[in-house]
């Protein structure tokens, strides 16, 4: 019998909890080869997520989880559930059954005959809004020209992978990071299972505007120079624009001896580069706040309380 390890970010999922459990169990899983954990990584839910998981731990000891003192976000919850998974093989599944659990035996056939890292690749996702779909598109565009060209194109974030693969992700030790994106980045051979991705069972999605934004920097920020080459890049073209801009006023001025207009001219110029300069140091500002916040070496979450989960040595 192989060790499976569902690892499952909660952030208000109390009503989704029991029906995604139910799901899980329903599969016969040791008629596949397999025993099941599952840990729940509660990021510090205020809708009574710890007593409805006391009571389903009663009727299942599979069932462990930790709670953290406040909300750090669902990538550093998964990051914190993959540590403390003992699995052979692990899945991460969000909680609120968008990831159907019953993929999960066909990806594991795949883990049997020897890939490392499967993901479950959205062919098609349902129940999103317009503007959803689009800024997920566009985050997905932009990874793959930027960072990471492997990227799948209607993006992953469900996925099984190998013990190795968790002891390598178990090294990296980032803090403003998307842990699906770090999973791309380590390498090894990734493969693609399609599915379709579902809509959410009930409640909102969790992930407000400003989360979006935080993620979408940290992931440009964490796997590319891009940002720091198109600084240089603007900074070389205004340049040379500007030298342009004087060789024709000096040839205006001197060769067909035009007076030169001045206010309007210089104003356009003054508000487009201090605007450019502004962004540029906005730029730096995104980068250098990161290093400031790894250096400073506080932990990357504070767990508040653990049920069936032993505690990790210090490292
Ligand atoms: N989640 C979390 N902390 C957060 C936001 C989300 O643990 O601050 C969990 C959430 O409960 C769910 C998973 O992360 O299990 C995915 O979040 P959600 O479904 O809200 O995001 P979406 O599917 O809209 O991208
Ligand atoms: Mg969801």
Known sequence: MKLLSFVIPAYNEAQNLPVLHERITAIDWPALGFEIEIIIVDDHSTDGTPALLTGIRERDPRVKWLRFSRNFGSHVALAAGIEHARGDVISLLAADLQDPPEIVPALLERWQAGGLIIWAARDKVEGVSFSNRIFSRLYYRMMRWFALPQMP????????????????????????????????????????????????????????????????????VGFSYAPIRLMSGLGVSIAMLGLLYAAILFVLRFVYLKPVEGWTSLICVVLVTSGIQLLMLGVLGEYLWRNFDETRGRPRYIVESRVGITELPPS
Request: charged letters at 25%; hydrophobic letters at 40%.
């Open 153 to 220: 194109k209607e993006g992953a974030d469900f996925l099984i992978f190998d013990r190795c693969v968790a002891n390598a992700l178990n090294q990296a030790r980032e803090r403003n990071t998307s842990i699906l994106a770090l999973i791309q980045w380590l390498g090894f051979q990734q493969e693609f299972v399609p599915y379709t991705k579902q809509s959410r069972a009930t409640g909102r999605s969790k992930w407000t505007l400003s989360k979006k934004i935080k993620l979408v920097i940290d992931s440009l």
